[in-house]
Structure formats: structure tokens, C-alpha cells
């Protein structure tokens, strides 16, 4: 069995804003890319919650997303919940960038 991490390429560099977000599907999976001036950083595509919010359409705040449906506030970095504690935090994942593209370890 191979456990090697394969990095899945997402695009590149200048598809996605300093201070904005894009969905990024893969393999049926959504992921949220998001680019802000520290870097760049990915969280599980939509929230917990019943409607399943896609976490693309969240509004970005420096380090941190406003849930588009209910305003809950994330940080990106962490995925821990900022504006509400007992929330679960967000699934982050590993992203880097590498001559101009971007690639995800899944
Ligand atoms: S509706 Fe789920 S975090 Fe906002």
C-alpha cells in the first residue's frame, strides 16, 4: 500500500486575489482555497451545518471567514470558530505554492 501524499494541483497562483476565495473540487470533494498576504490556506468547501454552506461564498477578513449564511466568523489559518466557541472547528489542509502553482496534500 502506498501512503505517499500525492499533491493535487489546484491552479495557479494568480487564478485566485490576495483577500479572496475559490471552491476547488476534487475527486467529488469540495475544498475552500483561500489567498490572503501571509500565504495560502484551505479548509473542508462547505460549513457543518444543515444547509452545507459553501465556505467559497464566505466573506474574507484578514485572517479570518464570516460564514455567508449565519455570519459565524472562522479563522482561515486554523480553522478554529471565533465568533461562536462551541462550534467544531474547520478541516484545514496542507497547501503550498510552488513556481507559480498551487498544490494541496491530500
Ligand atoms: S451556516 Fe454553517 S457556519 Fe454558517
Known amino acids: ?11 495557479e497562483e494568480e487564478d485566485i486575489d490576495i483577500g479572496s ?8 470533494i469540495d475544498y475552500a482555497i483561500f489567498r490572503l498576504e501571509s500565504g495560502f490556506f484551505a479548509t473542508q468547501g462547505h460549513c457543518y451545518c444543515e444547509d452545507q454552506t459553501f465556505l467559497s461564498e ?10 455567508a449564511s ?15 466557541l462551541e462550534l467544531p472547528p474547520l478541516k484545514t489542509y496542507d497547501i503550498y505554492e510552488e513556481d507559480g502553482n498551487i498544490y494541496l496534500n491530500l
Do not use: R
Not at 21 to 28: A, W
Not at 58 to 67: H, N, Y
Not at 76 to 83: A, T
Open 1 to 11: 500500500m502506498n501512503l505517499e501524499i500525492e499533491p493535487v494541483h489546484v491552479g
Open 21 to 28: 476565495v475559490e471552491n476547488f473540487e476534487h475527486e467529488e
Open 58 to 67: 464566505a466573506s474574507v477578513e484578514g485572517e479570518e471567514l464570516e460564514c
Open 70 to 84: 449565519c455570519g459565524n466568523t472562522f479563522s482561515i489559518v486554523s480553522g478554529d470558530p471565533v465568533s461562536d
